[in-house]
């Protein structure tokens, strides 16, 4: 009880330190993010490992399939194809990730980053056949986000506008995708859909969620990654 009661204490003094006030301030997670990507990206080229990186982690159809590599749906989100993909997908998640952060929390901000990332590469894993990597998957689930924050706070002007842009970032970025090859649009919208149920699940900060969109977003996700996981593996049988 002793040793409790003095964890108790040294976590309240944690938590009202300035160290922590300004940790917390601090997008961390984003940054961390982005620091993994950037050494990952970087060790690759001053190894001359670019490849074996790529092809160890990206997402590969087959090798999921014939020899259970399911870590893949998790290591494409950190690896990057290219110079330009990592700028990009970079400028991109720091962005929006700090905005997403400040509103969700870091830990909040962490699971919808990592899912909707799964998410979109379990759709891939389904629709598409050809290599993919990169941080967009769990980008669009970014812009899923404030899709959502939209629709339960279509009252609040100032989200409202900033849903509608989001809105038209995402449209643009699909029709690009649909006039380009080698992008992964499925992997892209199963961000999206990520992006835009997982927080009906995890909560918003202070806010009271619907009980029922609750329990509605988790069945409709578990609906999506069932059927494209057996879509998935059934392709190829």
Known sequence: MILIRKLKQLYIKLKNSNFYRKMDERPFFTE????????IYLFGLLTNTSQLIITNGAMIKPLIIYYGEWWRFITPIFIHLGFLHILMNGISLYYVGIQIEKIFGHIRFLTIFMLSGIMGNIISFAFSSGLSAGASTAIFGLFGVFLMLGE?????????????SFLLLIIVNIVFDLLSSGIDIAGHLGGLIGGFFIPYFIGIPNYKMNKSKKILSFVVLMIIVIFCLKTGYMSNN
Do not use: G
Request: net charge positive; no cysteine; glycine share 0%.
């Open 152 to 164: 339960n706070f279509r009252d609040n002007f100032a989200v409202r506008q900033m849903s509608q």
């Open 32 to 39: 961390l993010i982005l620091i993994i990507m950037a050494f």
